[in-house]
């Protein structure tokens, strides 16, 4: 019998590899591969990321609060103790070294977040000349090394070699040098100079997305500029104060150049420099006081952090409704502009 064919008898050929019996040409899966495999996949670089942050992070943190509740080190018989907190802490150093080193952070951030502030005032709310130079300007100190700007910050006002101060002497015919850079004040300065430029970035976007018309408002109803800055600009812009501020004193609390260059010449010893001491500046280091002392200024680290992530996140909560307004220009009532002053 003549063997017929299979469209006669009305049987569907078998389609081609790849191809569906509807003719659609699909895309080859191997058997088993399916969004399960895929995410599996997918977790052996997350698992490698996360090994890796645990043995670059936690495992050094961990290492450190272990080193502080021994009497020795790993391997040599230490047994627990908290002998090292209470030498951290009951220390007649203690309390100088939590003193010098709140005072550094708090006023150091504060004269940071109030110069950044300016900047940002100036570049974003005045009609101030080659205003695209300024924009970058006060971030170019962010280029430079920490080390560098503070061996040309001791090299300019070092009490005997500091160049400002032989030639002030030299001019004015001082016995005395006029600046004293290893003192807190002098730390207080530098460490605000370099982390200005954090809290200018920060301002100036949300100065610049500040709605003009609410000064417009403000300046309508017979207010005047510090007015209108004090319970209008301000006001708007706090979230964003309050979390360069964090920002500022957690920056400054993790600074460890400036306390040792400048202030332990000058006798003006924090956490960070009582830390360094006690693993270099002794014959012998005793790294379970040092773990000891670190972990009491990671509770402080700690504290800053918190704050700067609730600030932050009240930040995002944070929106201003406008339009963009016009740039303020100069006028009675309205806030000074460059070019009352603008040269010719």
Avoid at 2 to 22: F, H, K, L, N, T
Avoid at 145 to 158: A, C, E, H, N, Q
Wanted: aromatic share 8%.
């Amino acid at each position: 019998m003549a063997r017929m064919s299979s469209s006669v008898i009305g049987i569907q050929p078998p389609a081609p590899s790849g191809e569906d019996p509807d003719g659609v040409r699909r895309r080859f899966r191997p058997p088993g591969f399916g969004t399960h495999r895929l995410a599996v996949l997918w977790r052996i670089p997350l698992t490698t990321l996360v090994a890796l942050i645990l043995a670059c992070v936690v495992l050094p943190i961990g290492v450190t609060l272990a080193m502080s509740v021994l009497s020795g080190t790993f391997g040599s018989g230490a047994s627990l103790t908290f002998d090292n907190y209470r030498q951290a802490l009951t220390d007649a150093n203690a309390l100088p070294l939590l003193r010098n080193t709140v005072i550094l952070t708090v006023c150091s951030a504060v004269l940071a977040t109030m110069m950044g502030l300016v900047l940002a005032w100036i570049v974003t709310s005045t009609d101030v000349p080659f205003v695209r130079v300024l924009y970058w300007l006060p971030v170019t100190p962010i280029l430079l090394p920490v080390l560098m700007k503070d061996t040309g910050w001791i090299m300019l006002y070092s009490p005997r070699t500091g160049l400002v101060n032989i030639w002030l002497q030299d001019l004015l015919g001082l016995s005395q040098p006029l600046f004293d850079i290893y003192s807190m004040t002098g730390m207080i300065i530098i460490l605000a100079m370099g982390i200005t430029p954090v809290v200018y970035l920060i301002l100036v976007p949300a100065m610049s997305s500040l709605s003009r018309s609410l000064e417009e408002a403000s300046r309508v109803t017979g207010a005047g500029w510090a007015t209108t800055l004090w319970r209008v600009v301000l006001p708007a812009v706090r979230p964003a104060i309050l979390s360069s501020a964090a920002l500022a004193a957690l920056l400054v609390a993790t600074a460890f150049e400036t306390p040792i260059l400048v202030g332990l010449p000058g006798g003006v010893r924090t956490y960070i420099s009582a830390i360094y001491n006690s693993m270099s500046g002794q014959s012998i280091p005793d790294y379970n006081l040092a773990s000891a002392q670190s972990a009491v200024y990671l509770l402080i680290s700690a504290v800053l952090l918190t704050a700067y992530l609730r600030a932050t996140r009240s930040e995002q909560r944070f929106a201003v409704v406008g339009g963009g307004g016009t740039r303020r220009a100069c006028g009675p009532g309205s806030v000074p502009g460059a070019g009352c002053w603008r040269w010719s």
